[in-house]
């Protein structure tokens, strides 16, 4: 059966559009995880960055050995939070272009639903400029195939959250290293070739280390500035409530 709404937690959907927001040459992917509830609504409360093996720019694609991983991390979850924990879904970044699936998008969701039925894809448009403010916006629809060549808009709601739970903490700590994989990787492929002049490998080179000063520039930075911002934000959250209990103390002592 179809799924009626998607629920996403407001720290999962920040960590989704840090991972679109990472690159603008390739799309990025992911895995989404969360429950589904007797009426058919999805809640997402975790996501799986997954790295990609070959960087395009206008498909992704997910491997079995992948879902299978994401599976068991799943479970993980599942034991930590008491809660039915599993892959319900996926999702992808539109750099450039806009939010709705390609032909390949709706292909691929019509694949997975084949195996889940509740399966839903989400996609976030970035680095899309509009053309009247010439502001880059961002955008994000949630969608399920209806058949191999037709999208059916799912309702797509944001909950908010004073939080970030400790999966989607552990999701943007490794983002800069499985980035840092996916660099690497590429850089190797050309080391293989041993009939490349000096000139080229020294390009290739100062490519690869350009390539890993941009993850450091783009995510690392901002990351930490987000969890000093957070910790600022505990921290006077503390102290609120630490003057509140100060105020009822004092409240039920003046009334005894």
């Not at 899309?128 to 916006?137: A, S, V």
């Not at 492929?189 to 041993?194: D, F, G, R, S, V």
């Not at 783009?218 to 500035?225: A, D, H, K, S, T």
Request: net charge negative.
């Amino acid at each position: 059966m179809a799924v009626r709404c998607v629920y996403l937690e407001s720290d999962v959907y920040y960590v989704c559009l840090t991972h679109a927001l990472s690159t603008e040459r390739e799309e990025i992917m992911g895995l989404l995880i969360g429950e589904i509830d007797e009426n058919y609504s999805s809640r997402i409360s975790a996501v799986i960055m997954l790295r990609r093996s070959d960087k395009q720019s206008d498909r992704v694609e997910i491997s079995p050995e992948q879902l299978s991983d994401a599976s068991q991390t799943a479970e993980r979850l599942a034991l930590e939070l008491k809660r039915p924990m599993r892959v319900i879904g996926w999702y992808h970044s539109h750099p450039h272009i806009t939010v709705w699936p390609s032909h390949v998008d709706i292909r691929t969701q019509a694949m997975y639903q084949t195996m889940e039925p509740s399966f839903v894809g989400l996609i976030f448009s970035v680095f899309n400029e509009d053309k009247t403010t010439k502001f880059n916006r961002v955008e994000v629809t949630c969608f399920q195939a209806r058949g191999d060549s037709q999208r059916e808009e799912v309702p797509l709601h944001i909950v908010p959250s004073d939080k970030i739970n400790s999966a989607c903490i552990q999701s943007l700590m490794g983002l800069p290293s499985i980035l840092t994989m996916e660099e690497e990787e590429a850089y190797q492929k050309t080391t293989e070739n041993k009939d490349l002049d000096l000139i080229t490998k020294i390009h290739n080179a100062s490519v690869f280390t350009k390539s890993l000063c941009h993850v450091i520039d783009v995510l690392n930075g901002p990351v930490l500035q987000m969890m000093e911002n957070r910790l600022e934000h505990n921290q006077n959250r503390i102290r609120s409530l630490q003057e509140e209990k100060q105020q009822l103390l004092q409240y039920l002592r003046e009334k005894s």
